[in-house]
């Protein structure tokens, strides 16, 4: 599952609309949501959705449409826009599978990576997935949730954790570089419109010019699934 943005000019469609624009925010936009087949790659569903809606909340107007496909299982591989705790709510009561990559600012997210990073960083071999060649770690959570059909349910959330070394070592070796490069552009009153620019730089509150700090790099992917296996997660995630 995913939705793609496309950037538009146009003043006579009525979906386009101003939103969360990652080339450039000053461009009005649409959105397609599209479900694709994991095994053949085909198609299986699109929708041409208002620019300004996250995709957050896309997730939500599309569980009523899912309902009516001809499947035994649905699965879904989502990447961490679509990541909230009423979209991992919806999903349970639906019987979706998932997997889904994790916002490092949900609660659970952070005490997961807070027991685990400091560990996975110490590259032991244990812990070393050879078919996807990152150090790993799982969690099993209870997720819990309620309806009135139902009633109290319990269901199993395992948060995996995947460090890649070798991508730390090339951003670390690259960093410098990119860094001198935007210091470079900024003295010359250019404030660089690159996504890892924005990802990585904050403008100072205090700051009386433009300049700007370096946040820390995160080579560590969190996926929340209902399956326990990182490895088949990781396929997946690469299959998309």
């Known amino acids: 599952m995913t939705g793609t943005s496309i950037s538009l000019f146009?003043?006579?469609?009525n979906?386009?609309?101003f939103g969360h624009n990652k080339e450039d925010p000053e461009m009005t936009m649409l959105k397609i949501a599209l479900l694709i087949d994991e095994i053949t790659g085909e198609p299986l569903y699109y929708k041409v959705l208002d620019g300004s809606i996250a995709d957050a909340t896309l997730l939500q107007n599309l569980f009523a449409?899912?309902?009516k496909f001809d499947a035994e299982q649905i699965?879904?591989?989502l990447d961490r826009?679509?990541?909230?705790?009423?979209?991992?709510?919806?999903?349970?009561?639906?019987?979706?599978g998932f997997v889904a990559g994790l916002k490092s600012n949900l609660k659970f997210a952070q005490q997961t990576l807070q027991e685990f990073v400091p560990q996975l960083m110490l590259a032991l071999s244990q812990q070393h997935s050879p078919e996807i060649d990152c150090?790993?770690?799982t969690k099993k959570i209870e997720w819990y949730s309620s309806s009135?059909?139902?009633?109290k349910e319990y269901s199993p959330f395992y948060i995996h954790v995947c460090y890649d070394l070798q991508r730390e070592i090339s951003e670390k070796t690259h960093m410098p570089s990119l860094v001198g490069s935007f210091h470079s552009r900024l003295k010359k009153g250019n404030v660089p419109n690159s996504p890892v620019f924005k990802e990585f730089f904050k403008l100072k509150p205090s700051a009386k010019n433009k300049t700007r700090q370096l946040k820390n790099i995160s080579s560590t992917l969190t996926l929340g699934i209902n399956s326990q296996n990182p490895s088949d997660s990781l396929c997946s995630v690469s299959m998309k």
């Open 15 to 17: 979906k386009v609309a």
């Open 75 to 77: 699965y879904l591989v």
């Open 65 to 67: 449409e899912l309902s």
């Open 10 to 13: 146009s003043q006579t469609l």
């Open 135 to 137: 150090y790993c770690a």
């Open 148 to 151: 009135r059909a139902s009633g």
């Open 81 to 96: 826009g679509f990541c909230s705790e009423n979209n991992f709510q919806m999903m349970f009561r639906n019987n979706i």
